[in-house]
């Protein structure tokens, strides 16, 4: 179900910093907020996001549940080589979601 | 009969007592529902482990008058070098009365180019936001925002 959405530049020059936009869909339920019987919904988020180049990783980010719903994550990269980035979120009850973009560069 | 041991005792006693209804107070006091300066507090130093923050070369962009606190939009920018021997290796996102002091931790590194990341937060109440970036000589930088906001995030009912 879930599914995210990735936007890599498909070309780069070598050099170049490239901007990776990344989103997920996912609820990101708190764990804050009560259904109107007074219990409490259980927390359902993303906590983690990684970003690997090649095998490498080049970012990770610990999400809170203060990241709103469908969390979008930004974030910048030097572009060295041709390849590709592999993305993985991994969450609360087992949520563990991976995608991939290549690249390019001359 | 000796009365300068006993009279220790005795205020030992007392000092003890009255550390034990200090003690008691938090335990009586309901856990508040959302997170105090202090708990900010103790995030960062989390983060920190008690080292120096100063203020200055981040940049914490965030709408200052926030309609919809579910999603917020948030970007931080660190005015730093991205050199292998000289970079911004984090930046972590707090903010003050979210019912949790955290928002996010990001790690980066000199590959990473700019040190800029961007998302989008919930917030729960008019708050300030504060940003710190540690970089690779272990000192740590930041940067805070006060935000007002007119519909709060987490606060209603699921139906």
Redesign the interface.
């Known amino acids: 179900m879930a599914s995210a959405l990735i936007n890599v530049p498909a070309k780069a020059k070598r050099g170049d910093?490239?901007e990776i936009k990344t989103l997920m869909s996912h609820i990101m339920e708190?764990g804050?907020?009560?259904?109107?019987s007074g219990e409490i919904?259980p927390r359902d988020i993303i906590t983690s996001f990684a970003c690997r180049f090649n095998g490498t990783e080049?970012?990770?980010?610990?999400?809170?549940?203060?990241?709103?719903?469908n969390?979008?994550?930004?974030?910048?990269?030097?572009a060295?080589e041709s390849g590709k980035f592999e993305f993985e979120w991994v969450g609360d009850r087992g949520f563990s979601e991976t995608a991939s973009a290549s690249i390019t560069v001359e | 009969m000796h009365r300068p041991p006993n009279s220790t005792r005795r205020r030992f006693l007392g000092l003890a007592g009255g550390a034990a209804v200090l003690g008691a107070v938090p335990v009586v006091t309901v856990r508040p529902?959302e997170a105090t300066p202090a708990m900010l507090a103790s995030a960062i130093r989390n983060v920190t482990g008690g080292a120096a923050v100063k203020t200055g070369k981040v940049k914490l962009d965030v709408p200052p008058l926030v309609e919809n606190g579910?999603?917020?939009p948030l970007t931080v920018s660190v005015n730093h070098p991205m050199a292998p021997e000289d970079h911004v290796t984090s930046i972590h996102v707090f903010?003050e009365k979210?019912?949790?002091p955290?928002?996010?931790?990001?790690?980066?590194?000199p590959?990473?180019?700019?040190?800029?990341?961007?998302?989008?937060?919930?917030?729960a109440d008019s708050q300030k936001i504060v940003a710190i970036a540690k970089l690779s000589d272990g000192s740590f930088w930041s940067a805070s925002v006060d935000v007002v906001v007119t519909l709060a995030?987490?606060t209603?009912?699921?139906?």
């Open positions: 910093i490239i708190t804050y907020r009560h259904m109107a919904v080049i970012f990770r980010a610990d999400l809170f549940p203060a990241i709103a719903a969390p979008f994550i930004t974030f910048f990269t030097t060295i | 529902a579910n999603t917020v903010n979210n019912p949790q955290n928002i996010a931790n990001f790690y980066l590194g590959h990473s180019g700019r040190a800029q990341v961007s998302t989008r937060i919930r917030l995030a987490c209603e009912e699921v139906i």
